[in-house]
Structures are given as C-alpha cells and as structure tokens.
T-cell receptor, first 109, second 114 residues
Framework: EDQVTQSPEALRLQEGESSSLNCSYT??????LFWYRQDPGKGPEFLFT???AGEEKEKERLKATLTKKESFLHITAPKPEDSATYLC??????????FGTGTRLQVTL | ETGVTQTPRHLVMGMTNKKSLKCEQH?????MYWYKQSAKKPLELMFV???????ENNSVPSRFSPECPNSSHLFLHLHTLQPEDSALYLC?????????????FGSGTQLSVL
C-alpha cells in the first residue's frame, strides 16, 4: 500500500527565513509526485509534478526536489502570502493518488 | 478561479435530510472526482468518473450517491447522513483518469451534519 508522510505538521517562519518541508513516501512504481497548495476555505491548487529521482522544479520562491524516498519543498525568503497548507501526493502503478496530511505553513512579518 | 465551481459553499443538514452537492467544470476535462477532507486526515477519494462512467467507488457508504449526467457536471446526493460525515467535500477534474494527472479542485462544500 502506498504511503505518504509529511513533516513537520506545522511550521512558523518569519518573513525571509528560508526552510524546507519534507514528504517521505513509499510507492509501488512511482508515476508522479505532486505538490499542492491549499489556502483556508479553498481547494488544493497544483504546484508541481516530479517524475524521477534527481528532478527539480521551481516556481517563484518554491523549489521542489525528489529522491527515491522523499521530496522536499524548499521555500526561499518566504513572504506572508506563502502561508498555506502544502500537500504532497504520490501516484504509483496502481494509478491511485495517495495524499499526505499536509504541512501548515505560517509566515509572519 | 480554477475552472471548477462547487455549490453550495456551506451546508448544514439534519440526519434525516436529503441534499445534493453540485460541481461544474469549464476545462473540457474528461474525468471528475469527489474527495472528502477531514481535519488532520489525508484527502480521501470517494468516487471517480471518466466520460460520465463511474470507474471507481472506494467503499463509500450508500448514503452518498454520485451522479454524472455529462462530462461537465457532477453531483453528490446525500441522505440519512451521520455526524461523522461532517467534512469538506471537494470536487476535482483532470484531463483523464490514471492517478498521475494533475487535478483541478473546486473550493469545496463545508458540510455540517447535526
């Protein structure tokens, strides 16, 4: 059974204080690892898909990386508008998407 | 605006009521999904439709009844719900099914069962 574990559960940063969110996974035949952002009262919004170990993708202050066991979402010099819950999900050969419970990020001034 | 619209945004219902959640996507996608999101739990897939045909039903109680009249519309009919069914219900769409497709989510319906 595919599994996704995200850590930490919650993270509080000051504006400009860079950090990383972790997504550890076990999956049978990785077909894709996804990162989504979810703001309060809204549905998740797609950020990145990573397909193989060593792959990296960037968008503004966010950079996602992938190894065979985990993915990191690096946040460089975050701003208050980066505050959200970040969800990780994996799709394996069973074509089923398995989500983690998310990391709740708060960025303060 | 994600291209996926859900109504209503909030719903309070008694255990004996019957209500329906509605989802509409304007993205030309062929697959639509219902997910349940409860506090501190992962998103839970409930139903998957591909071109109006149900392709997955993840052991969801029969008090939840989906309907997909066409590839743009999806409903979730609710009856005789339990308090533990209180959650955020999210609709999503994708170009195709397969798990590896990126999903476009609506804003959800926050359901409270009294």
């Amino acid at each position: 059974e595919d599994q996704v574990t995200q850590s930490p559960e919650a993270l509080r940063l000051q504006e400009g204080e860079s950090s990383s969110l972790n997504c550890s996974y076990t999956v049978s035949g990785l077909r894709g690892l996804f990162w989504y952002r979810q703001d309060p009262g809204k549905g998740p919004e797609f950020l990145f898909t990573l397909y193989s170990a060593g792959e990296e993708k960037e968008k503004e202050r966010l950079k996602a990386t992938l190894t065979k066991k985990e993915s990191f979402l690096h946040i460089t010099a975050p701003k208050p508008e980066d505050s959200a819950t970040y969800l990780c999900a994996v799709a394996g050969t069973a074509s089923k998407l398995t989500f983690g419970t998310g990391t709740r990020l708060q960025v303060t001034l | 605006e994600t291209g996926v619209t859900q109504t209503p945004r909030h719903l309070v219902m008694g255990m004996t009521n019957k209500k329906s959640l509605k989802c509409e996507q304007h993205l030309g996608h062929n697959a639509m999904y219902w997910y349940k999101q409860s506090a501190k739990k992962p998103l839970e897939l409930m139903f998957v439709y591909s071109l109006e045909e149900r392709v997955e039903n993840n052991s969801v109680p029969s008090r939840f009844s989906p309907e997909c009249p066409n590839s743009s519309h999806l409903f979730l009919h609710l009856h005789t719900l339990q308090p533990e069914d209180s959650a955020l219900y999210l609709c999503a769409s994708s170009r195709a099914t397969g798990g590896h497709e990126k999903l476009f989510f609506g804003s959800g319906t926050q359901l409270s069962v009294l």
